[in-house]
C-alpha cells in the first residue's frame, strides 16, 4: 500500500457533513504530525488543520469552530469531520504526515469535497 490513503470525501449539500478518513502505512504513524490541506482550482494549498503525535490541534479560522481533526493511532488513522459545510470549502482535501524531526513527509493522493446545491 502506498504511505497516505484518504476516503470519505464525495457531493453534498450546504449545511451537510462529511468525515475524511486517512489510513496510513508504511511508516511509525505516532511519530508525525498529521494534518489536512486543500486546493480549490485557482488557489494556492492550505493547511485546514493539524493534530500533533501528543493530539494538540490547529485550525484554519475558516474551518474554526465547524471542522475536527482527530487520530487513532492504534488505527493509523486521522480524520477530519466536517460539520456545516459551505460552498467555499469545496476543493480536493489532502492527508500530509510530517516528521519534525526529521527530512520526512508523506502526501495522500487526496480526495475531492464538493459542498453544492
Known amino acids: 500500500q502506498v504511505p497516505l490513503v484518504e476516503s470519505g470525501g464525495g457531493l453534498v449539500q450546504p449545511g451537510g457533513s462529511l468525515r475524511l478518513s486517512c489510513a496510513a502505512s508504511?511508516?511509525?504513524?505516532?511519530?508525525?504530525?498529521m494534518s489536512w490541506y486543500r486546493q480549490a482550482p485557482g488557489k494556492e494549498r492550505e493547511l485546514v488543520a493539524s493534530?500533533?503525535?501528543?493530539?494538540?490541534?490547529d485550525y484554519a479560522g475558516s474551518v474554526k469552530g465547524r471542522f475536527t481533526i482527530s487520530r487513532d493511532n492504534a488505527k493509523n488513522t486521522v480524520y477530519l469531520q466536517m460539520n456545516s459545510l459551505k460552498p467555499e470549502d469545496t476543493a480536493m482535501y489532502y492527508c500530509?504526515?510530517?516528521?519534525?524531526?526529521?527530512?520526512?513527509?508523506?502526501w495522500g493522493q487526496g480526495t475531492q469535497v464538493t459542498v453544492s446545491s
Open positions: 508504511g511508516f511509525t504513524f505516532g511519530l508525525y504530525v
Open positions: 500530509n504526515a510530517d516528521r519534525r524531526t526529521r527530512a520526512s513527509t508523506y
Open positions: 493534530i500533533s503525535t501528543y493530539g494538540n490541534t
